[in-house]
T-cell receptor, first 111, second 109 residues
């Protein structure tokens, strides 16, 4: 069964450093998303991506964040200068016509 | 009012019993709804979709009440493996998912 994959599974970084989280969506899906979940809190939408551009972004997704689909398979989330409060699980998702499928997540720890 | 609201629980359920819990949503224009299951520190996994009045899949039944703007999930004959957090999810018209905070279910032997 096709699945969304994410790398790395865990990333530890120092405050102020740049991180890139990688995702490989399901191959025939056209809509891609990033969500995050701070420990003990609900899953929050960050950004959606369709047709090689951002279709919607949340208030969380400020200038420190960017997304890219550098080739036909990868979908990346970059955080330019990490803050302590960026520590969270980051989930990538891709969607067919109706349903979103989530990757296993990247646990980002900012120290 | 929160966009998607759930009773956080925990609901402690003896193995074999039935448990049910609700989720309320604020956007009356919402057309579709989902229940996802999330195990500790794992990704949400789709459990059920609800597009009309309800849906049934084995031991799981979801019901939608549009007039009162709530969705319910009922689990019959609970198994130990049903212990998880159940997330009520409402997509907007662009596909963005709005999550509730989740209802924790603990099935005990």
């Amino acid at each position: 069964e096709p699945e969304v994959t994410q790398t790395p599974s865990h990333q530890v970084t120092q405050m102020g450093q740049e991180v890139i989280l990688r995702c490989v969506p399901i191959s025939n899906h056209l809509y891609f998303y990033w969500y995050r979940q701070i420990l003990g809190q609900k899953v929050e939408f960050l950004v959606s991506f369709y047709n090689n551009e951002i279709s919607e972004k949340s208030e969380i997704f400020d200038d420190q964040f960017s997304v890219e689909r550098p080739d036909g398979s990868n979908f990346t989330l970059k955080i330019r200068s990490t803050k302590l409060e960026d520590s969270a699980m980051y989930f990538c998702a891709s969607r067919d016509k109706y349903e979103q499928y989530f990757g296993p997540g990247t646990r980002l720890t900012v120290t | 009012r929160k966009e998607v609201e759930q009773d956080p629980g925990p609901f402690n359920v003896p193995e074999g019993a039935t448990v049910a819990f609700n989720c309320t949503y604020s956007n009356s224009a919402s057309q579709s709804f989902f229940w996802y299951r999330q195990d500790c520190r794992k990704e949400p996994k789709l459990l059920m979709s609800v597009y009309s009045s309800g849906n049934e899949d084995g031991r799981f039944t979801a019901q939608l009440n549009r007039a009162s703007q709530y969705i319910s999930l009922l689990i019959r004959d609970s198994k130990l493996s049903d212990s998880a957090t159940y997330l009520c999810v409402v997509p907007d018209s662009w596909g963005k998912l709005q999550f509730g905070a989740g209802t924790q279910v603990v099935v005990t032997p």
